[in-house]
């Protein structure tokens, strides 16, 4: 079903702050357009619901062979794996009008994706500057389109190596500015995507809706914190001007265990269905995380491999393969 909704009021929650009135009222449109959503009735059963994902989808596990399609440069950006999300919301019945909420939204690849080729309510949710600016841009909010450009073209060309000092070639941001606005203009459903800015605990616990998924700041393969990625992107949103810029300690691998818990614990309430995402050049391995989830109780219904030649992927091992995992949880609502 899907519904015509009423476009919510322009914001701007940097006028309040993170947590002022602006970022409430965004809440609230939010939370309003949770109540048009089609109820689904009754309670299907985990087996019935698998077995109409592989109905519906015709693919349990994946192996991409294409390059992938271009997207805005971002610290593990899942810009790869879109189709293969898509593939699998359309798997789980997502439709159009239906609700998504992403955490740790990073370059809104997925939420942004979900809202323009499934037609979904999405609301995408981060702490870093850098990905509101992009958020905003690809809502066509005009004022941070030359910062997420900015951001786009200091990454593009410096990587994890962002100077204190030393612009981006004005041509990248350019390519960069020209790439959004193309998105933004190209997308009709953009106003139904909506930016927050928050801590993903304090949003899970305010948000509720159809699907949920969160790709988590993961440690290295071996369990160390990313710090430097975690500096890197703290020095990127300093440069861009970012207002409120905090460095934040990167997980260890046991905080790491210990967040992803407590998220399940938060969004397993209060969505229908909520899609975990992690990779193999991270801690934990799925031999760790599936065997300490399954441990405290959450069993996903659906899980899922994407293999991928290192050689497609920005983020290279020493493995010539690069691996994208899904898992999915049937979450209690609905
Ligand atoms: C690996 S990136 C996500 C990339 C994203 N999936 C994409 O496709 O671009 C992780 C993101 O999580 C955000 N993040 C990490 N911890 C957070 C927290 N506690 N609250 C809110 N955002 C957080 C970081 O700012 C970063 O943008």
Not at 269 to 280: A, H
């Amino acid at each position: 079903m899907t519904t015509q909704l009423e476009q919510p009021p322009e914001t701007d929650w940097l006028r309040y702050g993170p947590y002022g009135g602006a970022m409430r009222s965004r809440l609230l449109d939010w939370m309003w357009h949770v109540r048009y959503w089609p109820k689904h009735s009754g309670r299907e059963h985990c087996r019935d619901i698998r077995r109409q994902h592989r109905e519906r989808s015709g693919n349990v596990n994946g192996y991409l062979l294409q390059p992938p399609p271009q997207w805005v440069p971002y610290f593990g950006n899942q810009h790869r794996a879109v189709p293969y999300v898509l593939e699998l919301l359309r798997g789980l019945g997502a439709q159009s009008g239906d609700s998504l909420f992403e955490a740790n939204a990073g370059s809104h690849a997925v939420s942004w994706n979900a809202n323009k080729e499934l037609g979904m309510v999405t609301l995408a949710n981060d702490m870093s500057f850098y990905s509101i600016a992009i958020g905003e841009s690809l809502q066509g909010t005009p004022a941070y389109l030359t910062t997420a450009a900015t951001g786009a073209a200091l990454l593009d060309e410096f990587g994890g190596q962002i100077p204190d000092k030393g612009d981006p070639s004005p041509a990248s941001v350019e390519k960069w500015s020209a790439f959004l606005q193309t998105e933004a203009t190209t997308n009709l459903n953009r106003r139904n995507h909506h930016v927050t800015r928050a801590g993903m605990f304090e949003m899970a616990d305010q948000v509720e809706g159809r699907f949920a998924y969160c790709n988590f700041d993961w440690p290295h393969r071996e369990g160390t914190p990313r710090s430097d990625r975690m500096h890197a992107i703290h020095v990127l949103n300093q440069r861009l001007g970012d207002p409120g810029a905090v460095e934040s300690a990167a997980p260890s691998g046991r905080q790491i265990l210990d967040d992803v818990l407590k998220f399940l614990d938060m969004a397993v309430p209060r969505f229908e269905f909520v899609i975990l995402s992690n990779q193999s050049s991270n801690y934990p391995p799925p031999e760790v995380l599936e065997t300490h989830l399954q441990a405290c109780g959450h069993v996903p219904i659906v899980a899922r491999r994407l293999v991928i030649p290192n050689g497609l992927t920005d983020d290279r091992g020493s493995d010539p393969f690069f691996t994208e995992y899904q898992y999915v949880f049937k979450g209690r609502r609905g």
